[in-house]
């Protein structure tokens, strides 16, 4: 059984940047793709980003691309999703997940986190 603990969200002005973290225990995280989705109010849950296993692979929604950037630190268990340039449509709450096969993290599925709270004020 994994576990997900995001952190790193807050209030921001339109422009600015946040950086979040989702700190896994159980599993060997090393062998896991990981993800992050985004949930906007009265929206369904959404695809952001992901990186697989070596970090020699990553994905972007186009909504994201060139402003997200997501990394992972195997040393301290941590997936990490930089966003600069924020506009306020990525005002959501911002989830992980991981599994041990990157389709099924592209897919939304895996282990989940209870998310952290983005918003982004114009």
């Known amino acids: 059984q994994v576990q997900l603990v995001e952190s790193g969200g807050g209030l921001v002005q339109a422009g600015g940047s946040l950086r979040l973290s989702c700190v896994a225990s159980?599993?060997?995280?090393?062998?896991?793709?990981l993800g992050w989705f985004r949930q906007a109010p009265g929206k369904e849950r959404e695809f952001v980003a992901s990186i697989n296993w070596s970090a020699g692979n990553k994905w972007y929604a186009n909504s994201v691309k060139g402003r997200f950037t997501i990394s992972r630190d195997n040393a301290k268990n941590t997936v990490y999703l930089q966003m600069n340039s924020l506009k306020p449509e990525d005002t959501a709450v911002y989830f992980c997940n991981a599994d041990s096969r990157i389709g099924t993290v592209l897919a939304g599925g895996g282990y989940w986190g209870k998310g952290t709270l983005v918003t982004v004020s114009s």
């Open positions: 159980g599993g060997t995280f090393s062998t896991y793709a």
